[in-house]
């Protein structure tokens, strides 16, 4: 993990954001992630101290089932960065092999 941000800090940010070198959304997700998490909590804990004795049922529902559903879709969004490069080092050994 540090190597990531060594490497971060090595190149200059403007040339990491203009350029296309490397992909920005993978670090994104994982920021949006976790400010997801705190959204659903905060969420809960309204539902729990508004909606009276129902509140405690909704609460534990809705912060179960937004985690699950959060964590479902940030490793989908994941999940396409992974395949994208995996076909990455597929194309760049085809191309070594033809060369």
């Known amino acids: 993990m540090f190597d ?10 403007p040339r990491q954001i203009l350029f296309f070198d490397d992909m920005l959304t993978p670090s994104l997700i994982r920021t949006l992630y976790w400010i997801g998490l705190l ?3 905060w969420t809960g804990v309204g539902h729990f101290f508004t909606n009276g004795f129902f509140g405690l049922f909704e609460a534990v529902v809705y912060v179960v089932g937004g985690v699950i559903a959060l964590r479902v879709l ?17 194309a760049n050994k085809s191309d070594e092999a033809e060369s």
Do not use: G
């Not at 990531?4 to 940010?13: A, G, I, M």
């Not at 940030?74 to 597929?90: G, R, S, T």
């Open 4 to 13: 990531k941000f060594n490497d971060f800090l090595k190149e200059p940010l």
């Open 74 to 90: 940030a490793e989908l969004v994941m999940l396409l960065f992974k395949i994208n490069e995996n076909l990455e080092a597929i």
């Open 39 to 41: 959204a659903v909590i």
